[in-house]
Nanobody, 126 residues
């Protein structure tokens, strides 16, 4: 099982980026997929989660209305469209995969995820 993120980079405040997460060896549509991020000196935090069978999408309050998560089943890829980026969005972003359908109470806990990518750096700076 391999989870690979891509799309990070250095952008200015207000810019947009789209992160991608691809997986091998399993079909994304049957799993819950999430994006987490970790800034230097801070704990890893949940950003967004798309539950299995497209039931629900969750977002952290800090990104609600700016970030959008989507899934392309044909490509077995999920995306995180990030708009109106702010310096506080600077972090390493990780894609995580869970074998269970997570609820609003648990989706942001890293303990419920079984597979992780290596991360992609997003830096927002003027």
């Amino acid at each position: 099982v391999q989870v690979v993120e891509s799309g990070g980079g250095l952008v200015q405040p207000g810019d947009s980026l789209r992160l991608s997460c691809e997986a091998s060896a399993f079909d994304f549509q049957y799993y819950s997929i999430a994006w987490f991020r970790q800034a230097p000196g801070k704990e890893r935090e949940g950003v967004s989660c798309l539950t299995s069978a497209h039931v629900t999408t969750f977002y952290a309050d800090s990104v609600e209305g700016r970030f959008t998560m989507s899934r392309d089943n044909a490509k077995n890829t999920v995306y995180l469209q990030m708009n109106s980026l702010e310096p506080t969005d600077t972090a390493v972003y990780y894609c995580a995969v869970s074998r269970v359908r997570l609820s609003s109470a648990w989706w942001s806990s890293a303990d419920y995820y079984d597979y992780w990518g290596q991360g992609t750096q997003v830096t927002v700076s003027s």
